[in-house]
């Protein structure tokens, strides 16, 4: 991980891995037999981190609209702040990986709970019991804080707008269309 971020990527050799953690060269292979099954457990690393982040950040919220803004803006501060493990974590290198995909799932099922909890109160307008439903919601708002952090990460905002300006703003838009 201290690599990856070092360097912003993931094109070092397991060689490199050996020689930083102070081991044999063929250390790693013990296991890892392959580099992909060494990055799919730092993406799944990066997700729990994720995930983690968020549950500390909305443990004790009781506004259900609080917490989802809340798991919101740690998503797009995390990714920003580690845009080399978070373009791992959701891309194609990794796509077959089952524990990177194990770890999503699990980072994802905090929104998920969110917005389950805010339709049973009766603040989503989504019916918690419709399980179709509510994974298309947490799709459709994993979507969108996905697609901003990759915006910001890519620099491809366009216009001179603050982060924390668009954060809002997304989060303002999500929450609109989510009331009931």
Known sequence: MELMTEEQDWQFSLREVARRAGVSHNAPYNHFPEKNDLLGELAALGFDRLRDGM???????????????????????????????????????????????????????????????????????????????????????????HGLTMLIVDNLVGQNLAKQDMVECLIRLQLDGLRA
Do not use: H
């Not at 950040?57 to 797009?76: K, L, M, N, T």
């Not at 290198?93 to 009766?122: Q, Y």
């Open 55 to 145: 549950l500390s950040a909305i443990a004790g919220v009781d506004s259900i609209e609080q917490a989802f803004a809340i798991s919101g803006r740690i998503y797009v501060r995390y990714g920003t702040r580690n845009p080399a493990l978070y373009r791992l974590m959701f891309g194609p290198v990794l796509a077959d990986s089952s524990v990177a995909r194990a770890g999503g799932a699990r980072a994802r099922a905090v929104l998920e709970d969110i917005i389950v909890r805010g339709a049973r109160l009766g603040v989503f307008g989504v019916s918690a019991d419709d399980k179709k439903q509510v994974a298309l919601t947490t799709l459709s708002a994993w979507s969108a804080v």
